[in-house]
T-cell receptor, first 111, second 116 residues
């Protein structure tokens, strides 16, 4: 079973920041938070991952709370092409534990 | 860099028939995964290969599903005989770990299977 809880759907206006929350209250000290997204009719795409520090790359920013029980993926300037299902996953770094996907959050970016 | 290639893109069969899916991972990626994604759900891992050896096939219905990865490169997933509940998208992914254990999965576009 997935170890994360995400809202089933969210809406965002084009050009605004999209903030996608994820709860992972049972996360262990050696588990990382990964984010993937899946655009319609495509396979999932890696976005970002982190342990406890905030992370930023060319796609998004990841904010992890100090107690690590929740995190937020931020798309700073959402575009219509960011409409997708976003999956938050926790996984041991480098472990053989399989990547378990939940149902994710369906983000709809509106013009 | 070429991505993960899968074929066919779509397949329609009748129940009790057999079907096979093919995957060509990113060059040099040692790890290959097959996932099943039923409509409205997240992908579920069926089998994981490390080179040509099976690492995890605990969720593979072995009475009807089989997979192989000859020579540690391409892989095929077969269903025989198919059931109605096998209708899903079958996703192949590959990855390689760095020396620090970093691993990112790269997915193909999948094969959409409809069993009638």
């Amino acid at each position: 079973d997935a170890k994360t809880t995400q809202p089933p759907s969210m809406d965002c206006a084009e050009g605004r920041a999209a903030n996608l929350p994820c709860n992972h209250s049972t996360i262990s000290g050696n588990e990382y938070v990964y984010w993937y997204r899946q655009i319609h009719s495509q396979g999932p795409q890696y976005i970002i991952h982190g342990l406890k520090n905030n992370e930023t790359n060319e796609m998004a920013s990841l904010i992890i709370t100090e107690d690590r029980k929740s995190s937020t993926l931020i798309l700073p300037h959402a575009t219509l092409r960011d409409t997708a299902v976003y999956y938050c996953i926790v996984r041991v770094w480098g472990g053989s534990e399989k990547l378990v996907f939940g149902k994710g959050t369906k983000l709809t970016v509106n013009p | 860099e070429a991505g993960v290639a899968q074929s066919p893109r779509y397949k329609i069969i009748e129940k009790r028939q057999s079907v096979a899916f093919w995957c060509n991972p990113i060059s040099g990626h040692a790890t290959l995964y097959w996932y099943q994604q039923i409509l409205g759900q997240g992908p579920k891992l069926l089998i994981q290969f490390q080179n040509n050896g099976v690492v995890d096939d605990s969720q593979l219905p072995k009475d009807r599903f089989s997979a192989e990865r000859l020579k540690g490169v391409d892989s095929t997933l077969k269903i025989q005989p198919a059931k109605l509940e096998d209708s899903a998208v079958y996703l192949c992914a590959s990855s390689s770990k760095t020396g620090t254990g970093e691993e990112k999965l790269f997915f193909g576009s999948g094969t959409q299977l409809s069993v009638l």
